[in-house]
């Protein structure tokens, strides 16, 4: 199983929101790249980034930060939030990012979903299913689809999409620890590849999910706990092993 540290950027800063929420931001580093290298050091293999003024306006202010982290660390990131057009895709992988996540566009328009899929491959491309109370969240998570999180998983695997990242809102940023039931049933009832988000606060969490990993979760980002202590990222590698 993978652990994705992550690194959430608003307006250059490396900052954690709870719940999604930009009036509950705590601000950790003015220089997310020196974050990136520091999680490098600590032995992680991926990191997770995420453009919220992207999410929340669709217009990056961070695309400097994404470069510094690429050139500050050998070590593949994922890259999501506000990237809904071919351009946009184009210039993060063009920074550095090893793959893109696609969340609200996807759900408006799945058929650019399609067309990045035969432009860059699955292997690049990486749905962002965001839930709250089960159905998918759009927009920085201020909107609610109509539709279940587990049907548009099945939708998007159907077009041959391979792995997303799952977050369930209500948990993220309160270290309340993972919605494994329904990590559980994304996996399984969509036939996706899995990443948890959202709410791991301990190592006993990391187990729980290591659990899931024969039905196909296989990796977990990590904020918050990371940032606050709760654990370090060696003692979480050595759980999920």
């Known amino acids: 199983m993978t652990i994705f540290p992550a690194i959430d950027l608003k307006d250059g800063q490396c900052v954690r929101l709870v719940q999604g929420r930009a009036d509950r931001k705590t601000v950790y580093s003015d220089q997310p790249e020196a974050v990136a290298r520091k999680f490098a050091q600590e032995g992680a293999a991926w990191l997770h980034v995420v453009d919220l003024d992207g999410a929340f306006t669709g217009s990056s202010r961070n695309l400097k930060s994404i470069e510094k982290i690429a050139q500050a660390v050998d070590l593949p990131f994922q890259v999501g939030g506000g990237l809904r057009s071919r351009a946009d895709v184009k210039r993060i992988l063009e920074l550095g990012a090893a793959r893109v996540i696609i969340g609200t566009k996807a759900v408006s328009a799945p058929e650019f979903v399609q067309e990045l899929l035969e432009e860059f491959g699955p292997e690049k491309i990486v749905l962002g299913i965001d839930a709250r109370e089960g159905r998918v969240a759009v927009e920085g998570w201020v909107s609610t689809a109509e539709f279940s999180a587990e049907e548009f998983g099945t939708t998007m695997?159907?077009?041959?999409?391979?792995?997303?990242?799952?977050?369930?809102?209500?948990?993220?940023?309160?270290?309340?620890?993972?919605?494994?039931?329904?990590?559980?049933?994304?996996?399984?009832?969509?036939?996706?590849?899995?990443?948890a988000s959202g709410g791991v606060a301990s190592l006993k969490d990391l187990q729980e999910l290591k659990k899931l990993e024969a039905v196909g979760v296989s990796g977990v980002i990590i904020g918050k706990a990371l940032y606050n202590g709760a654990f370090s990222l060696a003692e979480a590698l050595a759980v999920v092993g």
């Open 157 to 195: 695997r159907g077009l041959g999409v391979a792995t997303a990242v799952f977050t369930d809102i209500s948990r993220d940023g309160l270290l309340a620890g993972p919605n494994i039931v329904a990590t559980r049933n994304m996996a399984v009832k969509t036939g996706l590849e899995i990443i």
